[in-house]
């Protein structure tokens, strides 16, 4: 289980969820300056996502927890990141995924009705190392 207190970011919302979830997958940076991360190599990723909202759907749900699952574990999960569409060969950096980890959440949240948004994405790659995404504007906010 995941037990970790992530940095919070200020909303104007009523409800605020986090869902956190784990990831394998492999990577490497091709680029003469990437030192060791040339090499393919492996992460155990610690994701979480804020989302916000002021309406529950019909379920009383901001949204329910195995969509966003799904559409992040079940993408990405033992994967090489290098061969995802999503990145568009740019490389899988730990900013990367956490800004492409935004975009597909958001898109999922904008198909709901009642429109909750991503508010950050904090992704892990090490103990000692992470990156956190927010937008500069809220989609619905």
């Known amino acids: 289980m995941i037990h970790q207190l992530y940095p919070s970011v200020v909303h104007p919302y009523t409800f605020e969820l986090n869902k956190d979830m784990q990831l394998a997958a ?8 990437a030192g060791k991360c040339r090499q393919l190599h492996g992460h155990t ?20 927890f195995k969509t966003l699952k799904q559409t992040i574990h079940d993408r990405f999960d033992h994967t090489l990141l290098n061969e995802d569409e999503y990145f568009n060969n740019q490389p899988p950096s730990t900013e990367k995924m956490a800004e492409t980890i935004y975009q597909l959440v958001e898109n999922q949240l904008l198909q709901l009705k009642n429109k909750p948004t991503c508010l950050q994405v904090f992704v892990r790659e090490t103990p000692t190392s992470y990156v956190i995404y927010r937008p500069k504007e809220q989609a619905n906010g």
């Open 45 to 64: 990723y610690v994701i979480n996502l804020t989302i916000g909202g002021d309406e529950l759907n019909e379920l009383g749900f901001l949204v329910d």
């Open 26 to 33: 492999a990577h490497y940076i091709d680029h003469k300056e």
